[in-house]
């Protein structure tokens, strides 16, 4: 059902309010360079720091901008599962296309209790939803075999699997066979999971490259491997520069390098240090970015 480059675009900031301006201009700018939908209050776009108000404003602003050229997946995760489906029905409300879901973060529930959020939001819910698995940041693996119990949901459509493991990955696809989609959640590993299976990345680095994550995608589409392996290659240090510091740091950090919009993070994030933002800067430059 979502396939491609599907960005997980940031929350521009100014003053600590969203700049409401600027995402509507940076929703442009991926739909010109051929980005195939977009993830709003993901981790990238600091759904952590938003409030309730602002969360569905962000999804709002970007529905309304996308205006329904490309899918819109909203960020609607949350360690309550309550709350993750309050959260998910405004966004069906809104109109979004789609909805992702974070594992349940600080709590460590078990595989069971994973399989029961998942199972109580896609039962509440009734919008495509993708799971959402990225151990680093939440403390919980979502394992291949309660992915693929999971996978009997008809809401379940796909998951995000950021393990940065093509084993876990292989495993997913092996399991549930057509039953739902992989998505890659790592850039820097989106061609040899395509060439396991997977359908395309929700990506950090296409807030800066949208033309080349989409070209590397359309070029395995279009059977062109040596193209897509070659752009795997040519992108893998701005991929890597991504996460000199968390995300998303460094993809604020160059997109204010770039002008398109402040480079400003919420607390507890802190902006990038002098030899980390000197490093990223190198980089850019390297890519003819700035």
Known sequence: MFKGSIVAIVTPFTNGAVDEEKLRQLVEFQIENGTDAIVPCGTTGESSTLDYQEHDRVIEI???QVNKRVPVIAGTGSNSTREAIEISGHAKKLGADGCLLVTPYYNKPTQEGLYRHYSAVAEAVAIPQILYNVPGRTGVNLLPETVARLSAHSNIVAIKEATGSLQQASEILDLCGDKIDVLSGDDFITFP???????????????????????LVDAFY????????????????????????SNPVPVKTALGLMG?????????LAPMSDANKAKLAAIMKEYKLI
């Open 62 to 64: 970007v529905i309304h």
């Open 193 to 215: 999971m395509m060439a396991c299976g997977a359908k395309g990345v929700i990506s950090v680095t296409a807030n800066i490259m949208p033309k080349e994550i989409a070209s």
């Open 222 to 245: 279009a059977g062109d491997m040596e193209t897509a392996r070659q752009l795997h290659l040519k992108t893998l240090k701005i991929n890597n520069a991504m996460f000199i510091e």
């Open 260 to 268: 398109k919009c402040s480079d400003e993070v919420r607390l507890p």
